[in-house]
T-cell receptor, first 114, second 114 residues
Framework: EPEVTQTPSHQVTQMGQEVILRCVPISNHLYFYWYRQILGQKVEFLVSFYNNEISEKSEIFDDQFSVERPDGSNFTLKIRSTKLEDSAMYFC????????????FGPGTRLTVL | AQSVTQLGSHVSVSEGALVLLRCNYSSSVPPYLFWYVQYPNQGLQLLLKYTSAATLVKGINGFEAEFKKSETSFHLTKPSAHMSDAAEYFCAVTPSGNTGKLIFGQGTTLQVKP
């Protein structure tokens, strides 16, 4: 069964460093998302991406964040200058069509900023 | 703005007992509603979804949920808990016609005692 994959599973970085979190969505999916979950808190929407552009972003998704689909398979989240409060589990998700289609989530990348 | 409230951050039941996890949403129009489950160190897996068809929705692993517009609720139930049901459960909503982002509740940790 196709699945969303994410690498790395755990990333440790120093404050101020850039990190890139990678995701491979399911191959025939057209809508892509990033969410994050700070330890002990709920899952929060960061950004949605469709047709090679951001379709919606949350207040969390400021200028330090960017997303890219550099080729036909990868979907990346970049944090330019990490802060301590960026420490969280980051989930990638994808779905085939609009509205009622199911979003499939990857296993997540745990980002620890020291 | 749309929101989701899950009553009870922790629910504990005995094996074989009824599971009831509560979810209420706020929306001016009926949204699409979802229940996801997260097992330790894994991503989110869809249990079931409501997309304005039948109000009683059956999902995987014996779970079901009933959409009640008058109560703005979408509670998750299972007649008989199994040890393997121990996990965190998230209720989520997505407004119709938008980018499909999911807005999650705070999550409920289900403990199943032998």
């Amino acid at each position: 069964e196709p699945e969303v994959t994410q690498t790395p599973s755990h990333q440790v970085t120093q404050m101020g460093q850039e990190v890139i979190l990678r995701c491979v969505p399911i191959s025939n999916h057209l809508y892509f998302y990033w969410y994050r979950q700070i330890l002990g808190q709920k899952v929060e929407f960061l950004v949605s991406f469709y047709n090679n552009e951001i379709s919606e972003k949350s207040e969390i998704f400021d200028d330090q964040f960017s997303v890219e689909r550099p080729d036909g398979s990868n979907f990346t989240l970049k944090i330019r200058s990490t802060k301590l409060e960026d420490s969280a589990m980051y989930f990638c998700a994808s779905k085939r069509g609009p509205d009622t289609d199911t979003q499939y989530f990857g296993p997540g990348t745990r980002l620890t900023v020291l | 703005a749309q929101s989701v409230t899950q009553l009870g951050s922790h629910v504990s039941v005995s094996e074989g007992a009824l599971v009831l996890l509560r979810c209420n949403y706020s929306s001016s129009v009926p949204p699409y509603l979802f229940w996801y489950v997260q097992y330790p160190n894994q991503g989110l897996q869809l249990l079931l979804k409501y997309t304005s068809a039948a109000t009683l929705v059956k999902g995987i692993n014996g779970f079901e949920a009933e959409f009640k517009k008058s109560e703005t609720s979408f509670h998750l139930t299972k007649p008989s808990a199994h040890m393997s049901d121990a996990a965190e459960y998230f209720c989520a909503v997505t407004p119709s016609g938008n980018t499909g982002k999911l807005i999650f509740g705070q999550g409920t940790t289900l403990q199943v005692k032998p």
